[in-house]
């Protein structure tokens, strides 16, 4: 691709750089949830394919996974999948429902069970996923990294146990009290299997990985240190061999920041709940940051929308580094115009 002075389009670095703790003027953006529902591009292809059909066929994945970085100009491709993905590989039945979100079915309960899961093979189990990362890497070869991604074990433990969604937590938490030894066992084999597909992922070219704890925030500190962080970190630590930035996201994680901090990974995400300058109050100024707008926000008149992003991107200056986006995935109700005007608002006034 050339440029409008007819430059050959230089490999745009700003999210891997800021990732090893640079400050880059503008700093570099993307999107939790950027290929959905809200974007008309993407409603074209999930209109003629079911979810998990597009996760599977990766010239499928890899046309969603760039409509973002054509659409809106952001600084980072991330993978289009699912979390849930590496756990039908495992054994575990995975549906998504219109309507209902995703069901695994049946929930792993008892012992016998969890007996009936086991670990995978990457390359044998998901091969769509890495044809998809080296499909995409060609593609977007010239233009901006590619991000991997996976649930941490705590989130994925909570899909297997409840079966689906849930409000309570009441199964993972019965579990996790009630049969610690079960629970334990279940969240080594998910982290064995969560490192294997990270591993394979960044061998077969992704360029920086995140990890998805959704739902670690419905545990208090003592309980996350005992039943979710352990795991986290050994993730971490395994994935250190790759040399690749690794990204930790717990969401609604604000009373643990400083234990999320130790998990070790080289970037933490925030959601909107926790300021990045409570963050770096509390855990100094060394740490880089990844977010953290309300994607609510995005419903806000551009003068509001403006204010808020300036916010961020200020508190941002105050982190060794700061890579903008959203607290949690984008809404399928947002606007188009919304999230690109954010995108071009986080670049200008960063600039
Ligand atoms: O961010 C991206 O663009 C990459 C792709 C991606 C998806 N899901 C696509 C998706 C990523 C990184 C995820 C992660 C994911 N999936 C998480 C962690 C992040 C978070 O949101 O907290 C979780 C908890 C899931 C589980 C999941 N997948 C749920 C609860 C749902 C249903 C919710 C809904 O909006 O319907 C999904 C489905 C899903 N994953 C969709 C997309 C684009 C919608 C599928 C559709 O088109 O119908």
Same mark, same amino acid.
């Given at each position: 691709m050339t440029t409008d002075n007819g430059q050959l389009d230089q490999f745009n670095d700003s999210f891997l750089r800021a990732c090893a703790g640079e400050r880059t003027t503008p700093v570099p953006v993307w999107f939790m949830r950027q290929a959905g529902r809200y974007m008309p591009e993407y409603q074209a292809v999930r209109g003629k394919h079911d979810f998990l059909t597009m996760c599977k066929r990766p010239e499928l994945a890899a046309e969603v996974t760039i409509q973002p970085v054509d659409i809106l100009g952001v600084d980072a491709a991330i993978l289009f999948s699912d979390i849930l993905i590496p756990l039908e590989a495992m054994g575990a039945g995975l549906s998504f429902q219109e309507g209902r979100g995703p069901v695994l079915s049946p929930p792993i309960r008892s012992r016998q069970q969890f007996q009936e899961l086991h670990g995978i093979d990457p390359y044998e189990d998901l091969p769509f996923v890495m044809e998809a990362i080296r499909m995409l890497r060609k593609e977007l070869e010239g233009r901006v990294p590619l991000i991997g991604f996976a649930g941490a074990p705590f989130t994925l433990a909570s899909y297997l146990i409840e079966g689906g969604t849930t409000k309570s937590f009441v199964n993972i938490k019965r579990m996790a009290f009630e049969d610690p030894k079960l629970f334990h066992d279940l969240m080594s084999l998910i982290t064995g299997v969560t490192i294997d597909y990270l591993t394979a992922q960044a061998e077969a070219g992704a360029q920086a990985l995140q990890l998805f704890d959704t739902w670690a925030g419905v545990l208090g500190r003592a309980d996350y240190e005992a039943f979710a962080l352990p795991y986290a970190k050994r993730i971490v630590q395994a994935l250190k061999q790759q040399n690749i930035p690794f990204i930790y996201f717990v969401f609604n994680g604000g009373h643990l920041i400083d234990l999320v901090k130790s998990a070790g990974a080289d970037v933490m995400a925030l959601d909107w709940r926790t300021d990045i300058a409570h963050a770096t109050g509390h855990l100094g100024s060394d740490i880089v940051v990844q977010g953290n707008l309300?994607? #609510? #926000? &995005?419903? &806000?008149p551009e003068d509001e929308l403006r204010q808020r992003i300036s916010r961020i991107l200020q508190q941002g200056r105050g982190a060794k580094a700061h890579i903008f986006n959203l607290g949690h995935g984008i809404m399928p109700e947002i606007p188009v115009e919304k999230v690109k005007m954010a995108v071009d608002l986080a670049h200008q006034l960063s600039a």
């Open positions: 309300d994607p #609510a #926000a &995005l419903f &806000l």
